[in-house]
T-cell receptor, first 110, second 110 residues
Framework: RKEVEQDPGPFNVPEGATVAFNCTYS??????FFWYRQDCRKEPKLLMS???SGNEDGRFTAQLNRASQYISLLIRDSKLSDSATYLC???????????FGTGTRLQVFP | SQTIHQWPATLVQPVGSPLSLECTVE??????LYWYRQAAGRGLQLLFY????GQISSEVPQNLSASRPQDRQFILSSKKLLLSDSGFYLC???WGIGAFFGQGTRLTVV
């Protein structure tokens, strides 16, 4: 089983739509969780950290469910510029490893 | 502010040639440093990580090696490249709120 798993997509949604991505992780000792965005042929960039109580940044909302070992990202009012690959990332303080999911591709169309 | 530099941006090397990619971080001390590889259309594979000078953890067996000769310098090397070493190589440093990436080196082995 992969340490971090994501639905690869692609998710094709119209502008203005709400879309949600899920990610599951296998290591229950994982401590830190993040969502990254990667544009084609570019380096990943931090979108937001995921906190236990859930957190929101504008149109983006991240949730963590430790009992079920999954995190989610919700994007409201999708923009064309949201088209990218979204990467789920998990870190374990015990190992200092930062493990990436394979990413979920989002394509927003007019 | 903290910055991470990675070079070169692109590289074309023949099979059997050596490789040296350098990554340096500015504006921080004792960072956790990581080397990732991303094959075309694939996720990020963790190759090496380092929590301090001379401390290297290898994640996958391969013909690559890493070294950390100075606190803010992380080097990825190979004595003889294989075709399968082609990919997008990314250096990252980690602190509390997430990891930050260099712009990456796109390596093509021919």
């Amino acid at each position: 089983r992969k340490e971090v798993e994501q639905d690869p997509g692609p998710f094709n949604v119209p502008e203005g739509a709400t879309v949600a991505f899920n990610c599951t992780y296998s290591n229950s000792a994982s401590q830190s969780f993040f969502w990254y965005r990667q544009d084609c042929r570019k380096e990943p960039k931090l979108l937001m950290s995921v906190y236990s109580s859930g957190n929101e940044d504008g149109r983006f909302t991240a949730q963590l469910n430790r009992a079920s070992q999954y995190i989610s990202l919700l994007i409201r009012d999708s923009k064309l510029s949201d088209s990218a690959t979204y990467l789920c990332v998990v870190n374990s303080l015990h190992t200092d490893k930062l493990i990436f999911g394979t990413g979920t591709r989002l394509q927003v169309f007019p | 502010s903290q910055t991470i530099h990675q070079w070169p941006a692109t590289l074309v090397q023949p099979v059997g040639s050596p490789l040296s990619l350098e990554c340096t971080v500015e504006g921080t001390s004792n960072p956790n440093l990581y080397w990732y590889r991303q094959a075309a259309g694939r996720g990020l594979q963790l190759l090496f990580y380092s929590v301090g000078i001379g401390q290297i953890s290898s994640e996958v067996p391969q013909n690559l090696s890493a070294s950390r000769p100075q606190d803010r310098q992380f080097i990825l090397s190979s004595k003889k490249l294989l075709l399968s070493d082609s990919g997008f190589y990314l250096c990252a440093w980690m602190w509390g709120i997430g990891a930050f990436f260099g712009q990456g080196t796109r390596l093509t082995v021919v």
